[in-house]
T-cell receptor, first 114, second 115 residues
């Protein structure tokens, strides 16, 4: 079945460590890609998105993601995490011919130790 | 300005009862989405609306689930004859819908527990 996969369900890092969260999708053709974040007690919100152009996308709070078409991947990165980055992160895909349908991965819970 | 609101915030019901969940999108947002988040699962797409019409209902889990939107604004998700596996957080989002590049803004969700 076509899907969005996030390989790490839980990640624990110390402050200042580098972060990379994996996301792979199985849809062929042109896709639109997103990362959403849900901080404790807050609503889900957009972190960054990719539609076209430069495959390295910059988002809020120092996050970036790289679209690698050949690997069907859209990994999220941050060079140095902070305690305030503790949250759940979701990768999402708007598949080709899907209209406005958005398919989410299962999420990765990140805990950053102070 | 006001964000997406959902009501009730929590709902406890007995198996077999019907429930209605409400979503008030951001004013002017013509696209509205419903998702379900079960414990330990990601967000499961249920349905989206463009205006009052639903081009894609493929995510609705069974015919016990239905949704409508009236006046291009408020939407109601109805679950008939609830089952314990319907227990989840139901999230609503809205966007301007000019294109998929428009950001989806999420509400706080309704936490449904079916006993």
């Amino acid at each position: 079945a076509q899907s969005v996969s996030q390989h790490n369900h839980h990640v624990i890092l110390s402050e200042a460590a580098s972060l990379e969260l994996g996301c792979n999708y199985s849809y062929g053709g042109t896709v639109n890609l997103f990362w959403y974040v849900q901080y404790p007690g807050q609503h889900l919100q957009l972190l960054l998105k990719y539609f076209s152009g430069d495959p390295l996308v910059k988002g809020i709070k120092g996050f970036e993601a790289e679209f690698i078409k050949s690997k069907f991947s859209f990994n999220l990165r941050k060079p140095s995490v902070q305690w305030s980055d503790t949250a759940e992160y979701f990768c999402a895909v708007n598949p080709p011919t899907g209209g406005f349908k958005t398919i989410f991965g299962a999420g990765t819970r990140l805990f950053v130790k102070a | 300005g006001a964000g997406v609101s959902q009501s009730p915030s929590n709902k406890v019901t007995e198996k077999g009862k019907d429930v209605e969940l409400r979503c008030d999108p951001i004013s002017g947002h013509t696209a509205l989405y419903w998702y379900r988040q079960s414990l330990g699962q990601g967000l499961e797409f249920l349905i989206y609306f463009q205006g009052n019409s639903a081009p894609d209902k493929s995510g609705l889990p069974s015919d016990r689930f239905s949704a409508e939107r009236t006046g291009g604004s408020v939407s109601t998700l109805t679950i008939q004859r609830t089952q314990q596996e319907d227990s989840a957080v139901y999230l609503c989002a809205s966007s301007l819908a000019k294109s998929m590049e428009e950001t989806q803004y999420f509400g706080p969700g309704t936490r449904l527990l079916v006993l």
